[in-house]
């Protein structure tokens, strides 16, 4: 394994602090007045003009859709199926290895470089699960318009009446009548559906209550404006409406019928495509949050140096030198794993490299989630306030010990995985 970094990664990484100190740091004040403009004129789900700015200025530096990275031949997939055609054409043609430190450095602005680049989740996970299943059909009608930017989505998977935690539960009905399917249920905490520009909502539910247990999902593309779609309300994220995300919805489903052309792969096949789609998506949270922990690092050295207490700078105080040193100790080891990981998924695929996207899931996020919140007790009450960008970190961390499956099923995994090598 040799985690150096090639030419086309360094080119690109050059590309992108440069990009992100000229245009995403400097606008990261503007970003929050106009967020704050916003809500106090009513309207939580206004678009800030900065956004757009900064995609404009992503594109014409070439910085867009790392995230669609290419699967080499004998990682699962051959070099010319759809998604790999598709990764070259309308991206950088990435390998895992490349993204990763890519992904890191967005990370350090998770609000606005994500999204700038086009490698914003929930749209992310759903281009990459249109370009390896979609139909002709599906990949013009909504991932191209997806990868342009032109349009935003939202995965509708977890359900508010059922442990989602075990995808089997699922309870939302997909039935097929003649040439549609009529869509019963409800969803929660579907990421990306209050954004205005959602227009595909990609859902998950049972066309088969009887078949067997991971062969009873499917998925279908719903058009966001179809009848019977009803936005209920947006959810909070610890008090925060993630509107630069596009929020969370619950949505309910009632008597919704969409073509059945909009079925994507076949019925059946919902509870592998899920799988396949968080896949790539848990390993790409991972990256970003290594970003983020490394810009609350900095922020804790910087106010620590700053700040006097007792007659001496907070960066001499021996707790504080522990937490810096605590800090750097586990942002490493939380690197390298992700490295890992992604060398993995490049040469043995997804599936070859499952132990250790569990593993990251569940030790990514809660390095991050310490060394933020260290980075905020540092802070004092600064830390909690809009001042910031710590508190809004700190809930973005917490909230991925559940987001694309709970710590515990992950451990629950990984540990069956490890009897079995004992007990064969």
Known sequence: MDFGYDARTEELRGKLLAFMDEHVYPAEPAFAEQVARAAAAGDVWQRPPVIDQLKARAREAGLWNLFLTVRPPGAGHGADDQAGRIAREHGAGLTNLQYAPLAEITGRSAALAPEALNCAAPDTGNMELLAEFGSPEQVERWLIPLLNGEIRS?????????????????????????????????????????????????????TDPGAERHRQQSMICVPAGTPGVTVRRSMRVFGFSDSTHGGHAEIEFRDVRVPASNLIAGEGDGFAIAQARLGPGRIHHCMRLIGSAERALELLCRRAASRVAWGRPLADQGVVQDWIAEARVRIEQARLLVLKTAWLMDTVGNEGAHTEIQAIKVAVPAMAEWVIDKAIQVHGAAGISQDFPLAAAWAGARSLRFADGPDEVHKRSLARRELRRHLS
Do not use: H
């Open 154 to 206: 939202a995965f509708c998977m977890t359900e508010p009446d059922v442990a989602s935690s075990d995808a089997t539960n699922i309870a939302t009905s997909i039935r097929r009548d003649g040439g549609e399917y009529v869509i019963n249920g409800r969803k929660w905490w579907s990421s990306g559906a209050m954004d205005p520009r959602c227009q595909l909502l990609i859902v998950m539910g049972k």
